[in-house]
């Protein structure tokens, strides 16, 4: 559960009001642009906006990245530039979007996020991304400069393989791509330390292992409330985002959306799992009582007949069998050990054959 | 579950029949009337329908609001001038409907819920209000003056943005709006409660934390089959809403579909959550029944033996080893030290190991 | 459950066979004609089917009522005259049908339950209804003379409302409505027991509160399985009971609809809160055995050490410490409530700590 | 769980290889053919196939029956003479096909279950019956003479109704008549053992009530696997059953429809009772060890005081009061009872409030 | 939950970077080659890709098999030749992908599981199997040389059934069917150990037995998360596999789907049965423990009493009856032993009533 205080704030504000909704307000935020073609690539970098005021895009694609989202101002240029909605503005500001893709006519905006896990704490970690995929242009909006799509930058760069040659949809598309393996990375260490919890399970529980798997759900709900969601974007790409990717793209798309729908069956897997598991526990915990309660039982058959034998021959009265018999202690200590164990054995057997 | 008692009172009623049913009757009701377009606004505020007879719509767009539900010749009144069909002024004076949206031809009638939250005693309430969505005019219906709609009626007053602009469905859209985003403030009280209660599980539990937790399951059932029906009404809203809602205000309401899902998402969270934590809880009271049977069984593992010992060495046989023995005291306490320490280890390690 | 036991009776026989399935034969069954139009409306009642022979219509809307099923002959002369379809006569008989309809051309044949809430034994029953509707007449089945249908008959009587100057479909409707409307009122005393059912949950809980609850879960089963398919019903009416229902109809049954998902939520929330009642229930046992534990160890841990150390100076040793000093005997007081206090304390704050 | 063996003994044979698999051969298979119109009917019965090799059917509607399946090479003839295909052959051998529907263009291929319950074990036991409907014919193939479609047989010699006037998809349909209503015989059956259980399950639990309720819940897992594709099976024949069915048989349909619905809610409503009575149960047994801590307590906190008392008295300290007095005796057993109850009465109260 | 590391490692690259994603090398990858018609069929081995350079096909259809994946250069040289997308040699490498088959208009691309089940270890292993299939040629990847081929490779030369006769798409079907058949093997094995689990159960439970049937439940997730997409899969290629299966193939299809579903259906009945079994050993857990507690309360019962009237007979009271009467120490015993019938036969009743 990411925080959602501050949606409440924005109650009856007029849509389209620049609030920036999240708690992470980093650095000083900063744009970088790249443009290129199959032969040639420049790039950018502005501190702020109005230095960017004069440049002019010279190459078929331009792919332009927003570091920072705390200074409205920045979108709002962009906004104009581009002639984006109003409520799309709003939305990349406001930081806990569930990811959606929405058609504008001229553009479409997705969102989505990208997650970290802390394995130590167990707690997952995200950080939204918009993306603005128009014809020639994939404008990108993060909330702080992390080096996620460092890849895609350098195979621009380099040149590598067909990315280069291919239009702004194959640049949204790998952008995509690594935003939707970002989840394999995470889902596998939530896998790891599930499948430690099952072996720690196998032995003996102890209730900090409970907390673990409690821990461990609240893991895969966050992961599940973002991957579900995502697959219907994808999807919506693939059925609905004719106009902005190419025919040459749709197999990648669809690559993407195996990956995702790999995602949530593993997810979904290890939730199968981490209910199996409540169950592991729940009756260690039952089964360590019956065994205390046996124990208690045991001490109880084996102290309590002896304990009344020897009350027995405590007793003051006057005339009394054994008292005066040399041999009488050693014949009540025979006595308390028969009863003893002869009624161990007969509950035992009971038990067992119960 | 709110008050469902007099819907049974209206078996075999014909319909139209206009009963208030609700238990909320307040002060007097009143009616105000906004009228406004671009360039002029103008407000007035009647004392009964009476009053208004004589007013004459002058402004493109024209607002009616209506608080208080429990005379129903006000309704009469008003069916009768923007000639509205008897179910509608029948389902408007039902406070318990659930929220839905029907298209009668020349207006639509959409009725949905305002929620507060009483953090305190954890309970949800709700007001239901009515939307009559017409050509030109938006008639809305509360229980009493609440001021939900405030922000709407200072916006309108100041021009601000471009809601005087826009038509009545941009007016509809506005206080649906703020009727959606209300959901998230009652969302984050129950969720803010629940992460407090999910921190005291962590400690120590005690029977009232359950009743929490079953308050808490109460509360979000109770949102939930109001939220549900909601998303319904406004997906119905931007399929077939055509006649009513402009294209220009599509993507406006496709935003407040988003924030409905939303809503719903972090529901389900919640519930998902809540219904761990009560795995929590009943581990935890087996948890604590373990170590109080463990406890009991090291008092009776220490104090059984050496009670024992105790009776065997009070025993009256006359001829009885250490008894004249000077360190024969010593050597019986010494037994029973060594004793009750073997067997003390002996039940430890094998409840360890078990 | 009610009883399913007569269904396998039919097995092999002819499709059609008339014979009466259920277990309520009450008295004489007798049939009722009420004929009328906006200006005139003739009430006859007909001991037998013979009686009737000789009537001849002579109103737009004629309203045929049946009360008892156990006279095949009655159902034959009826099929004859208005021509159904053998299955239909069968299924009128057959009195555990599920709530469906059938279009067979020239009529519809509807059939649901009137449901009966017996709250001492919280015990629902249930009384078949079938309604044949076609142009111009409704005939309508019943197990025996209820009175339910009355508040219909006595506005058609009375000329209220519109319902003399609607059609057959209307009536239709104006029957149908009290059906549904009937389910309400199980409803609520089902919500009213469980709602006092929680309240004693709440306090000290006893076996006969999960009777309870688990008589409180039959019975909205048995609801369930009724509502459910109604709902189907009523959404097959609106969705193609064209020729039968006129289009000014058509907000009516959407209202009864409305009507039927209502019930239907109503009832999940109370399904809802029953699973969680026996969490509470079960919770609360456990907790009281957690509390019993508790007391025998705090009896454990007062009495044995004390026991103990009466027993250390009640042995038979020459030589032992205080027995001869004359505060020997207060020491050892002093020290069995020294020795209680302290493990009680120890173990209080462990458990508490635990 | 029928036995599911002998499939994968098929791995990797070629498709219409014709294997019996099933466990129940029975006697020797024979054939037996009824011949029908409106005005005659013959009847044959044939050992063997080469017997029937010179029939000429001469009658409208052809009825042949196949009892016993496990000689290939009878399928094999009828197989070429109906020209039907491999696959259907291979089905109708493999005796553990779940119900189905095949559209072969000449003719439909139909496989479904008779279940018989035998209510001492508590098991369910099925036997596979296949059906082929074409143009004027139906084959059905049973693995043994069981009678179960005796009734129809009668029907057919006496013409009653009007099954002899009606062509081969009448027959089809009186078959699969009896085939659903059998489910109904196994599901009272069923039941009724439910019931009763819950009557016993208000008593006194033992372990044998919960075998019982699993035996039950695994007879409702195989019915249901069977009741479901079979309801497919009866909708795909109404919707698409075209050629093979004549409009005049789609009431029938419809009926059978409702009829495997009805089966398909009752089993689930007796599910639903089962898992509610597993509650029951579990929680019966918790009350219970309730009651054995509680008796445990009883009798610790009567008896451990007043053993104290009477050790303390017995200790040998020189001085102490009381020993001299002849009431001494008297006041110590007043001082145990008196303590006994106070204990007692303070634990009870507070086990009663807490 | 098969590996699933090295997914994150692939994170950034570019769609089609040839890495093999899999823990299996096994030996050197080499390549057989079947070509064959109605009337000739010729074999070929080639150890590496060089080898087949310069082969040329001469028959109609053409089935490649490539054992072993870990050296990309083999997949390079048949996607140049056969003109596979990029994509799908990714896939093929990637042995972890879940079962789908993908339409790149000149071939289908086709991916599923071979499993195997160690029964020892209650562990499923998978083998990834990729079919391509185009006009005319089927290209089948497996990880190493296993024989799950052997069956329909033995048809092809003995010229068996029709398979010769028939294309490439029967060639893929024969292949399909052994695919899915193979699950039954892993599914009978699985419900083999289920049902002697069920049979252990109802004697006296262990701790491992919940282990393996936790085992049991994971092996049937591994299954279940393989086999609904494969019946998509299926239903894929019947719906729209057009051009790439022939008509008179279509009845082979469905016959393989109604297998997948036979699958799915299995195993959703063992699961539910699993579940049910949990329930069974948690409950027998309770069981015991009540019985267990039993058996202290009996020992306390007949002990306890009996220790008290040892310990006042042992007090030290100068006027005491009974001590000097010669019958007293016997009256003594009978009083232990009366009072420990009479309470214990108190309890035992009370205990049997509540």
Redesign the interface.
């Known amino acids: ?1 990411t925080k ?2 501050p ?2 704030l ?7 009001a620049l609030i920036h909704v999240g708690e992470r307000k980093t650095e000083q935020p900063y744009v970088t642009l790249v443009e290129y073609g199959p032969e040639k690539l420049t790039e950018h970098r502005f501190a702020s906006v109005h230095d960017s005021r004069d440049h002019r895009p010279s190459q078929p694609v331009l792919w332009l990245n927003v570091y920072g989202l705390h200074e409205p101002e920045v979108l709002t240029e962009i906004g104009r530039r581009f002639n984006l ?1 109003p ?1 799309v503005l709003e ?1 990349i500001l406001n930081t ?3 990811p ?1 893709v ?1 058609d ?1 006519g001229d553009y479409l905006y997705l969102v989505a996020c990208f997650f970290t896990y802390d394995s130590e704490h167990l707690s997952v970690s995200s950080e939204q991304v918009s993306l603005i995929i128009g014809q020639g242009f994939v404008l990108s909006f993060q909330e702080r400069p992390t080096g996620n799509f ?3 930058r350098e ?1 621009l760069r380099q040149n ?2 067909q ?1 280069r040659k291919l239009g702004a949809d194959y640049l949204a598309y ?1 952008l995509l ?2 935003l939707v ?2 989840h ?2 995470v ?2 260490q939530i ?1 790891d330390r599930t ?1 430690a919890l099952e072996d720690e399970l ?1 032995g ?1 529980v102890s ?1 900090a292992m ?2 673990t798997l ?1 821990q461990l ?2 893991d895969t ?2 992961l599940r ?1 973002a991957v579900w969601p995502l697959r219907e974007v994808v999807n919506q790409l693939i059925r609905s985002g004719g106009p902005f990717f190419q025919p040459a793209t749709q ?2 798309l ?2 993407i959306y ?1 990956h995702t ?2 995602v949530i ?2 997810l979904e ?2 939730r ?2 981490l209910a ?22 045991v ?3 084996i ?6 034998i ?17 041999e ?2 050693l014949v ?2 025979g006595m ?1 050990a028969f009863i003893a164990t002869t ?1 161990g054995l007969t ?1 035992w057997r ?3 054959l ?1």
Do not use: C
């Open positions: 559960m959602r205080k949606r409440s924005k109650t009856g504000l007029p849509p389209g909605h409520l939305d806990d979007q569930r959606k929405d504008y460092d890849p895609v195979r590598g393989g990315i790998a791509d690594i393996d970002r394999f990375t889902l596998e896998a499948e196998m003996n209730p409970l907390q409690h759900k609240r709900l966050i409330r197999p990648y669809r690559d195996d729908v790999h069956e593993s897997a290890i199968d799992l199996g598991m409540l169950d592991l526990y729940l009756s260690s915990v039952s089964n360590r009582l019956n065994q205390e309660v046996r124990a208690l039982t001490v109880a058959v102290f309590m007949p002896a304990t009344l020897s009350g027995i021959f405590g007793m003051n009265f006057r005339t009394m069998p054994l008292l005066d018999n040399p009488g202690f009540a200590l308390m009624l509950f009971r038990r067992w119960g």
